[in-house]
């Protein structure tokens, strides 16, 4: 990701918000420094992010969410938590180390039960579960190899039904989405995604720009239509 620029005052609020209002519980603080200790880059969601994916599972009575980027489980931990008994999380990694802490994250947090971690190129794992005959997913939260996200939002739709809730991270970066020459292998596919939220009969989209201590970013809501 290109340079930050955080300023303390954002950083200072956004962890005072998070010890008051937040407030993750100790498996998600485990998760963090478990992935820490395993060398894994630190670009987990922020406490209060996950807490909103959290209460927008519970607040769209979701039973059936897909992720795409899993890293150590932060956000999957975070969005399990908000599914109701019975509801499943499945979720999508590349690498099998990442995907290997996250389980054990996971399953450390009580959760094991209720989230499958499927290993591979998430393009790959949309398509066997297209081919597999999968129920339709609630919720879908993407946030892995920006180049693709406009793909991973056509597949939120197809594997989704009317009325899927469908976020999307990452959408700001640093401002790139205005000068992709920032960041040539990113920005674009964050732009074509920005696009397809306005553009597509299928959504209705809105984004909201953050800052705090991931820099300055945005995340994008959709309504599958
Ligand atoms: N959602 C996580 C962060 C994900 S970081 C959280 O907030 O806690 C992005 C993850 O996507 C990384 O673990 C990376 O290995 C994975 N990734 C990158 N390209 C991918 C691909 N093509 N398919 C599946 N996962 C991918
Ligand atoms: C990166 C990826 C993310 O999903 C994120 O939230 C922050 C940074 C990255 O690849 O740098
Ligand atoms: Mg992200």
Redesign the pocket.
């Known amino acids: 990701?290109i340079e930050h620029q955080t300023t303390p005052g954002w950083t200072a609020v956004e962890d005072f918000l998070s010890d008051v209002v937040v407030r993750p519980d100790s498996a998600l603080k485990n998760a963090v420094t478990a992935a820490l200790e395993a060398g894994m880059p630190p670009?987990e969601?922020a406490p209060n992010a996950g807490k909103l994916l959290k209460l927008l599972v519970q607040l769209s009575g979701a039973r059936r969410v897909l992720e795409i980027?899993t890293l150590a489980g932060f956000s999957t931990i975070w969005m399990a938590q908000g599914l109701p008994d019975g509801g499943r999380l499945v979720t999508c990694e590349y690498l099998p180390k990442h995907a290997g802490v996250a389980r054990a994250n996971v399953d450390a947090a009580g959760l094991g039960a209720r989230v499958e971690i499927r290993v591979g190129a998430a393009l790959d794992t949309l398509g066997a579960l297209e081919a597999e005959g999968a129920e339709p997913f609630d919720f879908v939260f993407i946030?892995a190899d920006k180049e693709n996200d406009a793909h991973y939002l056509d597949w939120a739709i197809r594997l989704g039904r009317p009325g899927t809730t469908v976020v999307m991270?990452?959408v700001v970066w640093e401002g790139a989405v205005l000068d992709p020459s920032l960041d040539t292998v990113n920005a674009p596919g964050i732009v074509s995604a920005l696009r397809m939220m306005g553009e597509d009969p299928r959504l209705d989209a809105t984004v909201i720009q953050t800052v705090g201590t991931?820099g300055w970013d945005g995340f994008a809501l959709a309504l599958v239509r």
């Open positions: 990701m670009i969601v980027g946030d991270d990452n991931k």
